[in-house]
């Protein structure tokens, strides 16, 4: 791990992917769930999003892809509104997601989850069962292609989120809690493929709770609680934050 | 002996009842729900059928299934998306689900008492009537073609399940229906076509059913049969539902050789019970 590097690729000034501004979310009208959050990913930046259980982290993502309406406030992904689009129009933008708890189609087989992660980008009448891209990423995949995505462990299931979200091609990856429920070895695997995905140019907005991995990987971060951004910096500074420490890395 | 024979006739009905069956599963991955409106589509696919017969006396048999089940489809696919989607939408629960499957069941069956009459009809071809000798033994000259529709179709449904974005949508959809929409599925749309592929299915089933017996408006209480085998076969697991339509069909044929014949019924529940006794979740069932 090097920490200069995060730190160097966010000092070239990059312009702005997506754009949140004072978005309001609520999955009950007139709850608000997460209230007034602004943020804003920039090109080729790995972003953390810190918070707690309940902070709202898992509805901000859903309401980036689609799945949640946003009651007032402004989102816009390179230059073009998102608001009111639907999750297929979204997902075809380039926006791709890792949700919470992997959520692999556990009836499908591996290569079939990988063919669903391209169905935005599908042509013809069938997938074409090419995955060399997410075999080269985890060869894991590749020796369990034929298997039933439900069969297989946490961490495997975690690289195929991964690798499935990433057969959309997307320019900016949402990541929701990848590292929940894992062994150390494979947290250390998963955060290793983000910085690598990183170093190949894709636009990350990592959302986490295991901050100490979550910062030395992440250029900028920003902290939510109770739906509210009630921090944000560079990674490097947020680490050395007393009350960062204290609440989130357990210093 | 007779028994061959039997055998044969219990594989003919078993056919069927898979048929419906591989309907009750499909609609019951996609939306959640047990469609008890299932045999009505297939008594209405049976009338499409004899009206397509009447009106187009030159078709061939072979071309009468196919348009009868394409017809129902697009039925089933507005059933779907005009009352069915709305009330999943708003959150309605299980048992009002069934209950309005029940009752577009029931408007079915009405509606196809007010189209085409409450007298039972025969379709007016020769295969109604036309036998062939196998080993001997005259056997409906329907049944080969109930026999190579029923391996078309399945062979047909696992290449649209397996090779086709249509199929693995449905697929996908059916096992998680946000992760799916994130991917770029319509939920919406997804359910529909599960929907209209299911009736689809049933009028092919229907249809293939009519030159063995009649058409009448009661035929749709097949689709409780159809449903025992669904489930003894583990609802949702289309294996599952054909297997289970084999096991019912053959069981009641023989069955009821072997006791009475007025006891036929009977016994196509009792084999259910009896088997989900032995395996709670079915022939396919998973543990837990």
């Known amino acids: 791990m090097n920490p200069s590097s995060a730190g160097d690729r966010s000092e070239i000034d990059r312009p702005k992917l997506l754009q949140v501004c004072q978005i309001h979310v609520s999955y009950v009208a007139g709850v608000d769930v997460v209230h007034g959050v602004s943020l804003d990913v920039n090109l080729g930046e790995v972003v953390c999003l810190l918070g707690r259980n309940g902070a709202g982290k898992t509805t901000l993502i859903k309401a980036l892809c689609g799945l949640l309406p946003v009651n007032s406030g402004q989102l816009t992904f390179d230059g073009t509104s998102l608001l009111g689009v639907r999750p297929a129009e979204i997902v075809a933008a380039g926006i791709a997601v890792v949700p919470e708890g992997r959520r692999v189609f556990s009836n499908l087989t591996v290569a079939e989850n990988l063919a669903m992660g391209a169905y935005s980008r599908r042509n013809g009448l069938g997938p074409s069962w090419r995955f060399d891209r997410a075999y080269d990423l985890f060869p894991r995949l590749a020796e369990r292609r034929t298997q039933l995505a439900g069969t297989l462990s946490g961490g495997e299931q975690q690289m195929l989120a991964m690798a499935r979200a990433l057969m959309a091609q997307p320019r900016l990856l949402l990541l929701d809690e990848p590292s929940m429920g894992l062994a150390p070895l494979l947290i250390n695997l998963i955060f290793d493929t983000i910085n690598r995905l990183a170093m190949n140019g894709m636009t990350v907005l990592l959302v986490e709770q295991n901050a100490t991995a979550a910062l030395d990987i992440a250029d900028r971060a920003y902290v939510l609680e109770r739906g509210t951004i009630v921090k944000s910096g560079l990674a490097g500074s947020l680490e050395r934050d007393s009350e960062i420490q204290r609440s989130y890395l357990g210093v | 002996m007779n028994f061959s024979l039997q055998l044969l006739s219990g594989l003919a009905v078993g056919c069927i009842y898979s048929l419906v069956a591989v309907g009750f599963s499909m609609v019951y991955r996609a939306m959640g729900l047990v469609n ?253």
């Open chain 2, 36 to 288: 008890f409106a299932q045999g009505d589509l297939m008594m209405i696919g049976a009338f499409i059928g004899y009206s397509i017969i009447v009106n187009l006396p030159g078709l061939p048999f072979w071309l009468v299934v196919p348009l009868a089940a394409a017809i129902t489809a697009c039925l089933g696919y507005a059933v779907a998306q005009s009352a069915l989607w709305p009330a999943m939408q708003r959150g309605a629960s299980q048992t009002y689900l069934v209950l309005l499957t029940l009752g577009i069941g029931i408007i079915l069956s009405n509606g196809a008492r007010l189209v085409w009459g409450a007298n039972p009809l025969v379709y007016p071809i020769p295969l109604t009537h036309e036998t062939l000798r196998i080993w001997d033994y005259p056997v409906p000259a329907v049944y080969p073609f109930i026999a190579l529709t029923m391996v078309a179709l399945i062979a047909g449904l696992n290449v649209l399940f397996t090779r086709t974005w249509i199929g693995l949508s449905l697929r996908a959809a059916a096992d998680d229906a946000q992760t799916a929409s994130v991917m770029g599925v319509n939920h919406r749309l997804a359910s529909a076509i599960s929907f209209a592929l299911a009736a689809g299915i049933g009028a092919a089933a229907g249809v293939l059913y009519a030159p063995i017996t009649f058409v009448s408006a009661d035929m749709g209480m097949i689709g409780i049969k159809a449903f025992a085998a669904a489930v003894l076969g583990s609802l949702g697991s289309i294996p599952g539902s054909v297997i289970g339509g084999f096991v019912i069909g053959i069981g009641e044929t023989l069955g009821g050789q072997l006791v009475s014949s007025e006891y036929q019924d009977s016994l196509a529940f009792l084999l259910m019970i009896g088997i989900l006794l032995i395996k709670p979740t079915g022939l396919m069932g998973r543990k837990g």
